[in-house]
């Protein structure tokens, strides 16, 4: 069992756990992700690291409560466990020979990219922080990316943290007046990557964004998680997650991401309705 060691509420949506596994924040690095069960017989889910501690033995999670299984872990407190915590899993990001990076979170993609943005910074990097989210109410790290950053740039859908736009509007600008990165990382909802992707290829400018599809055990041998990248088939899990942008289809990769959205629509339900046959009696 692995314990809870810190919970957080970062919005209404998003939830922060710090759990103790000394053993996976001794390796873990930014990019790779690990795989959970909340209950011995529950589903297997990825979570990519959003932190780790390698003095305290910690990795930190952050997640979304959309469907049955993290709104279980969701409904977990400080000093509860979890059943199972495996990884690191999937390739670390590499940034040798990086001087200048543009870092991107979408939403709740800003999770996956604070490790990223951390570790840029901690190398000396001159490090560009762009997050993005639908408003202000959901903004997400503020504190802890501005930390980490040379500059961050916030910006909403509805303008209510009084920027209104895209990642991509602020990366274009950036581009347009003159900016030249290394790299550019952008992780996020797929349509997102993709339009950064495309603000970036005119440039030649590196791409990496970070793949989420289906996957189940984490090793390359299920095959869920396949993506088309270069017109060839890889395992997000043993190849990624990190891939070049510019090569991936993400056609293919948001079609794919939908294919189980009735059965994870009724999974969710049947959750609910034992959890409220549970409050009601």
């Known amino acids: 069992m692995y314990r809870i060691l810190r919970k957080e509420t970062l919005n ?8 103790d596994a000394p053993y996976v924040a001794r390796k873990a690095e ?3 992700f690990v795989i959970l069960r909340v209950q011995e017989d529950g589903e297997r889910i990825p979570l990519t690291i959003a932190d780790y501690d390698r003095d305290k033995g910690s990795v930190t999670i952050i997640f979304q409560e959309v469907g049955a299984t993290t709104k279980l872990l969701g409904s977990l407190e400080a000093g509860g466990s979890i059943a199972d915590f495996c990884g690191p899993l999937g390739n670390p990001s590499h940034f040798e020979g990086v001087r200048k990076a543009a870092v991107i979170g979408g939403g ?4 996956i990219a604070y490790p990223q943005a951390k570790k840029l910074f901690s190398m000396g990097v ?3 922080v762009i997050m993005g989210f639908r408003s202000k109410d959901l903004i997400i790290l503020e504190d802890e990316m501005a930390k980490v950053s040379s500059r961050m740039f916030v910006t909403t859908d509805d303008g209510s943290n009084g920027t209104r736009g895209f990642v991509s509007d602020i990366l274009k600008k950036l581009l347009e007046d003159g900016e030249r990165y ?3 990382i952008a992780i996020g909802p797929p349509i997102m990557m993709k339009v950064v992707c495309d603000v ?3 440039y030649g400018i590196k791409t990496i964004v970070s793949l989420n599809p289906i996957m189940i055990d984490g090793t390359g041998m299920c095959g869920g998680c396949r993506v088309t990248v270069g017109g060839e088939t890889k395992f997000a899990c043993v190849d990624g997650p990190d891939f070049d942008g510019h090569e ?3 056609t293919q990769l948001i079609r794919r991401l939908s294919m189980y959205r009735d059965e994870e629509r009724e999974s969710l339900d049947r959750h609910e309705c034992r959890l409220g046959g549970v409050l009601n009696g």
């Open 12 to 19: 209404p949506q998003v939830t922060l756990l710090e759990i």
């Open 30 to 32: 930014p990019g790779q």
């Open 108 to 111: 709740l993609g800003t999770a």
């Open 126 to 128: 001159d490090t560009d």
């Open 182 to 184: 290394d790299v550019v």
């Open 200 to 202: 970036t290829r005119p």
């Open 248 to 250: 991936v289809d993400f």
